[in-house]
């Protein structure tokens, strides 16, 4: 069973960058699909990026296309999710996730992080 622990939040202007890490511990990263979600006070967890096992193809939202960017390093068993531009209603908890199978943009995936807070202010 893999372990995920994100780390980067934090508080952040608005047009400001943050980068987030999800650190993976007991499984091999490179046997996951990856994927960030994020999830705002009274709204439901939502799809933010995602990652197949070898990186070479990537997946985002809309609502963060051209702004953040998921990578991974199977070497590190680390995936990152960076943003710029950001705006306040980035603000949320955000979370890595991991997946055995194909990439999903829904929350079915298998094992989830604590998760990380980003607050935007404006």
């Known amino acids: 069973q893999v372990q995920l622990v994100e780390s980067g939040g934090g508080l952040v202007q608005a047009g400001g960058s943050l980068r987030l890490s999800c650190a993976a511990s007991?499984?091999?990263?490179?046997?996951?699909?990856m994927g960030w979600f994020r999830q705002a006070p009274g709204k439901e967890r939502e799809f933010v990026a995602a990652?197949?096992?070898?990186?070479?193809?990537?997946y985002a939202a809309d609502s963060v296309k051209g702004r953040f960017t998921i990578s991974r390093d199977n070497a590190k068993n680390t995936v990152y999710l960076q943003m710029t531009s950001l705006k306040p209603e980035d603000t949320a908890v955000y979370y890595c996730?991991?997946?055995?199978?194909?990439?999903?943009?829904?929350?079915?995936?298998?094992?989830w992080g604590q998760g990380t807070q980003v607050t935007v202010s404006s």
């Open positions: 996730a991991a997946r055995l199978g194909l990439v999903m943009t829904s929350t079915s995936y298998d094992y």
């Open positions: 007991g499984g091999t990263l490179s046997s996951y699909v």
């Open positions: 990652i197949t096992r070898s990186g070479t193809s990537i």
